[in-house]
C-alpha cells in the first residue's frame, strides 16, 4: 500500500521561507499525480491551498506556492505570517480512482 | 456559490451502520464533470479519504474501507450519501463532503464536517 509521506513537524520564523514536501513510499511524486495542498486550523474545514502542483486555488496569496522538487511536490512558504500556523495536507491522486493524503505537517511560525 | 452541507447521526453504536448525507447547493451534482468524495479525520489524526462518486456514476473506494462502504446518489435531490457499515470506535471522526476541482483530482469545495461517535 503507498504511502504518501510529509514531514511531521516544521517551524518558521515570521517573514521567512519554508518548504514542507510530499513524497512516496515508493517512487517520486510527479505532476501525473496532480498533487495539491490544504490547509487546516483547528476546528475549521481543510481549506485548499494549491492544485495540479502549482495551481493557486481562489483567493490564496501568492507566499503560497507549489513544485515539484526532485522526487517529492513542494509547498514553500515565501514571507511567513503568524496566521500562516496549522496543519497542511498534501493529497496525491494515484490513479485508478486512487486518492492518498499525507499524514500532515504542523507548522509553527515562531 | 456552491456550498456542501453534511447531515446525519452524531452518534451510532459499535456493528451498526453509519449513514451520512452530503447535500449540494448552488450547483448541480450531475450536471458538470465533476467527482464528490467523502473525507473522514479521526479526533487529532490526519485526513483519510474514503472514496468519490463521478457525476457519471462511477464510484471508487479507499481500499482499505472498501468492503464496507457504500456510496450513492440522489440526483432528484442534488444529494450523495456515505454508508459505512460495521462500525468500531476506529470509526469515530470528523466526516467531510467535498467536490473535486474539474479534471484535476484535488478537493476544492469542502463541507464543514461532521462529528460521528461511535460509542455503546
Known amino acids: 500500500q503507498t504511502v504518501v509521506t510529509q514531514e511531521p513537524s516544521l517551524s518558521v520564523s515570521p517573514g521567512g521561507t519554508v518548504t514542507l514536501t510530499c513524497g512516496l513510499s515508493s517512487g517520486s511524486v510527479s505532476t501525473s499525480y496532480y498533487p495539491s495542498w490544504y490547509q487546516q486550523t483547528p476546528g475549521q474545514a481543510p481549506r485548499t491551498l494549491i492544485y495540479n502542483t502549482n495551481t493557486r486555488s481562489s483567493g490564496v496569496p501568492d507566499r503560497f506556492s507549489g513544485s515539484i522538487l526532485g522526487n517529492t511536490a513542494a509547498l514553500t512558504i515565501t514571507g511567513a505570517q503568524a496566521d500562516d500556523e496549522s496543519d497542511y495536507y498534501c493529497?496525491?491522486?494515484?490513479?485508478?480512482?486512487?486518492?492518498?493524503f499525507g499524514g500532515g505537517t504542523k507548522l509553527t511560525v515562531l | 456559490q456552491l456550498q456542501l452541507q453534511e447531515s446525519g447521526p452524531g452518534l451510532v453504536k459499535p456493528s451498526e451502520t453509519l449513514s451520512l448525507t452530503c447535500s449540494v447547493s448552488g450547483g448541480s451534482i450531475s450536471s458538470s464533470t465533476y467527482y464528490w468524495g467523502w473525507i473522514r479525520q479521526p479526533p487529532g489524526k490526519g485526513l483519510e479519504w474514503i472514496g468519490s462518486?463521478?457525476?457519471?456514476?462511477?464510484?471508487y473506494y479507499n481500499p482499505s474501507l472498501k468492503s464496507r462502504i457504500t456510496i450513492s446518489v440522489d440526483n432528484s435531490k442534488n444529494q450523495f450519501s456515505l454508508k459505512l457499515s460495521s462500525v468500531t470506535a476506529a470509526d469515530t471522526a470528523i466526516y467531510y463532503c467535498a467536490r473535486d476541482t474539474s479534471g484535476y483530482y484535488s478537493f476544492e469545495h469542502w463541507g464543514q464536517g461532521t462529528l460521528v461517535t461511535v460509542s455503546s
Open positions: 462518486i463521478y457525476y457519471s456514476g462511477n464510484i
Open positions: 493529497l496525491v491522486y494515484l490513479g485508478s480512482g486512487i486518492w492518498v
